[in-house]
């Protein structure tokens, strides 16, 4: 426009120069016609102009997307994912050695740790002195193939106590989750690097090209002001708004005729380009949508392998799921699908848990297998201690156990299933063969279902018969028969789990029944029919700083060390309270049942009572020097009559105060203990020097006393130090005083030396 308007100066400036000649209209006509002939060579060398460049960025443009294909070959594939713990694969195959890479046998790291520990006599009803225990733990981790953990686990329990057993453990397991999760990241990361085959590449390379030539298009039509257009408007509709008033009439008339011409091709050029520039959008807007079709679908894809994916895996849609985003052709091996839903494997000793009326809670030695996709199996077979792990009776006359127990059934553990079982094994119910009866033999059955009612509320129930002999009867029988008519040996069992998202509620109750002589792995009780039930309920307050819990309980015999053959109506109640708060004190108050074991002869007994308990716990500064307040009350609710425990029917009371400083911390701390037979005063301090490198050493002062008679002072100390990087020795030594059944202060030493080795490869 700018050279448009030059030619219309130039014009003009001639036409005024000659107005006064005879010629002048001649000339000026011919300068009109020179004009407007200027004019449209003009519009037609700037369209061409601009139609060449369109073609050379066209072409720039092509070529830049050709150089970026490669992105999509499978090469680029390849070394996009080619670093130095990743595996090149075949696009054509992709899962093609998934598994099983090198190296075959690979050392991750683990720990050992050896453990030596000093009593001179143990403060429970398992009188002794001078023991001395040495314990010896480690674990392995190893990787099989690359992508198969397994962890060797190995602990050895050696002293001269009369009472605990030594104890040589070696478990090696398959870590389930790990392999889960690294199965899961190279399915994902092959599947991924496959999304680019989703592209519609033809869509995509038509739609950036439109939209250059859109973009382009804009630019033209940018060079068409609104002012220009306005006036050129007027040029062509206002009549004689071109004249001069300089100018004869004829020259103005043949200015003006002039004009409109080089007016009508201007707006004829602007209505052309206007035109192709909303042809050109429509269809860049209908490609767009194609191409965020295609985006949003890969991004589908990617969401759906970085989302759910056990349920992708653990169903059978897999397919069907590939298949909707055009990669049917992709078939993730059904091996790789199985060992998704491996859960658990170990051979050596393992704690299984399997139900509440089967296996629960029950240390086995042998080979422990569980596996759960859309269908459930399990298998257990191996040797099993006295009663459960048989820390302790270490003189009791121990038979030989065992069990095997196979579980089948369909659905997720995690949602809705149904679950039969068989499970057959000898146990010994006695701790001495007094009875003449070394082991028995049992052998159960049950079937369990899960209801997932909603997201948040589930209800399991479970029914189980089992075959043993009857301790009933005097000789005692063989094992009874299989009987659906006979109610003493079979067991039932419910739970019922919710939570209210709207109030923060969480409610669990269970209730389980079993017959006098149902037997299993999860109890050990004898003559005996087992009823009990517990209600639980947490509640959470003001945006869940206060959370509340409460519990009833009745008949919960839990510890397989007891004799079971009596009946007891004892409802326990459990409440508990904590409130926490930033920058304030942190509180917490719970009235629980409580348990103590007491050896009598062979026979073990179990005595309960109720504790109060609170505490108050806060940390905060005093200028700059940071300190930490503790309080803490303890309230026993027994008499000497129910237990063999010292503080019986006692109340205690416990403060402490911290000091950290940089090189080290100071604590003061006063224990206060009273019941209808003594007060036990202890005060202590101590301090706790801190070095950078090395560790830490602490030390201190204890003063007991008792009934304000006898007063005695102990110490301890303790360090731990840095060897090498970050293996660590810890040494501690305690010299205090506890009172005695003699009502007097009995000598009690404690000494612990540990040494840590870690290693990492």
């Known amino acids: 426009m700018m050279l448009t308007v030059a030619c219309l100066l130039v014009i003009s400036t001639g036409v005024a120069q000659d107005a006064g000649r005879k010629d002048a209209p001649k000339q000026v006509k011919s300068l009109t016609k020179k004009a407007a002939d200027s004019l449209r060579s003009f519009a037609d060398t700037t369209y061409k102009g601009v139609k060449s460049q369109l073609k050379v960025q066209r072409e720039q443009f092509q070529q830049s997307f050709n150089s970026k294909k490669e992105l999509l070959t499978a090469q680029s594939i390849k070394k996009s994912l080619a670093g130095k713990d990743s595996l090149l694969f075949d696009i054509q195959n992709p899962f093609k050695q998934l598994l099983f890479t090198k190296p075959l046998l690979k050392i991750n790291g683990g720990y050992v740790s050896y453990q030596f520990n000093y009593r001179s006599a143990i403060d429970t009803p398992y009188i002794e002195k001078d023991i001395a225990q040495h314990n010896v733990t480690g674990n392995l981790n190893v990787t099989v193939g690359g992508h198969i953990p397994l962890r060797v686990t190995f602990w050895s329990r050696q002293s001269n106590s009369a009472v605990f057993r030594d104890i040589n453990d070696v478990q090696v397991s398959f870590d389930g989750r790990a392999f889960q999760q690294h199965l899961q990241q190279s399915l994902r990361q092959r599947l991924l690097a496959m999304s680019p085959n989703l592209r519609d590449s033809l869509t995509e390379k038509l739609y950036f090209l439109k939209q250059f030539e859109l973009e382009q298009l804009k630019l033209k039509l940018r060079s068409f002001t609104p002012q220009d257009l306005v006036e050129a408007h007027e040029t062509l509709k206002v009549p004689r708004i071109t004249w001069l008033s300089n100018l004869a009439d004829s020259i103005n008339q043949a200015r003006e005729d002039s004009l409109k011409k080089m007016a009508g091709l201007f707006l004829d050029l602007y209505a052309t380009t206007k035109g192709r520039y909303d042809s050109l959008s429509r269809k860049v807007d209908s490609l767009k949508g194609l191409y965020d079709q295609n985006i949003a679908k890969i991004k589908r894809y990617q969401q759906l392998l970085n989302g759910g994916w056990r349920d992708l895996i653990a169903t059978r849609q897999w397919t069907d799921k590939l298949r909707d985003y055009g990669m049917g052709q992709v078939q993730v091996p059904a091996k790789y699908r199985w060992l998704m839903g491996l859960r658990q494997f170990s051979v050596g000793r393992s704690v299984t848990n399997h139900s509440e009326l089967t296996i629960k809670n029950t240390s086995v030695n042998g080979i422990n297998f569980e596996y759960n996709s859309w269908y459930y199996l399990a298998v257990t077979a191996g040797l099993v201690d006295y009663r459960y792990r048989d820390f302790v009776i270490n003189g009791a006359n121990r038979k030989p156990q065992y069990l095997y127990m196979v579980r089948a059934g369909l659905g997720r ?313 970050e293996d660590f020795i810890t040494v501690s030594y305690d010299r205090g005083y506890l009172p005695g059944s003699n009502k007097g202060l009995i000598r009690n030493e404690m000494a612990t030396v540990q040494f840590v080795k870690s290693f990492d490869f």
């Open 413 to 725: 553990l995690e949602k809705n299933y149904f679950i039969l079982s068989a499970f057959r094994g000898d146990k010994q119910l006695f701790a001495s063969n007094a009875n003449k009866v070394s082991s028995i033999a049992v052998t159960g059955f049950s079937a369990e279902g899960r209801f997932q009612v909603n997201p948040t509320t589930y209800l399991t129930g479970e029914i189980a018969k089992s075959l043993a002999p009857d301790f009933r009867h005097s000789p005692i029988q063989g094992n009874t028969k299989f009987s659906l008519s006979d109610k003493t040996n079979q067991a039932y069992a419910i739970k019922v789990y919710s939570y209210l998202p709207q109030t923060g509620t969480k409610l669990e109750g269970t209730y389980k029944h079993t017959g006098a002589n149902y037997q299993s792995f999860s109890s050990f009780q004898t003559n005996a029919a087992l009823e009990s039930w517990t209600m639980k309920a947490e509640q959470t307050f003001f945006k869940r700083k206060l959370r509340m819990t409460g519990s009833l309980r009745k008949n919960e015999f839990t510890n397989p060390l007891l004799p079971q053959n009596y009946s007891s109506n004892t409802v326990f109640k459990s409440l508990t309270a904590s409130f926490r708060m930033r920058k304030w004190p942190s509180f917490t108050v719970g009235y629980q049942p409580m348990s103590q074991l007491t050896s009598l002869d062979s026979v073990v007994v179990e005595n309960r009572f109720q504790v109060l308990n609170g505490s108050a716990f806060h940390t905060y500064k005093l200028g700059t020097l940071r300190t930490a307040s503790s309080l803490v009350l303890s309230k026993y609710y027994n008499t000497n009559s129910d237990t063999a425990f010292l503080y019986y029917n006692a109340t205690n009371v416990f403060c402490s105060q911290q000091f950290f400083f940089d090189a080290f911390t100071t604590q003061t701390a006063v224990s206060y203990t009273r019941n209808g037979s003594y007060k036990l005063v202890v005060l202590d301090g101590g301090v706790q020097l801190n070095f950078k490198r090395l560790g830490s050493v602490g030390f201190g002062v204890k003063v007991n006393s008792l009934n304000e008679d006898e007063v005695k002072a102990g110490g301890y100390f303790n360090a731990n130090v840095r060897v090498f990087r």
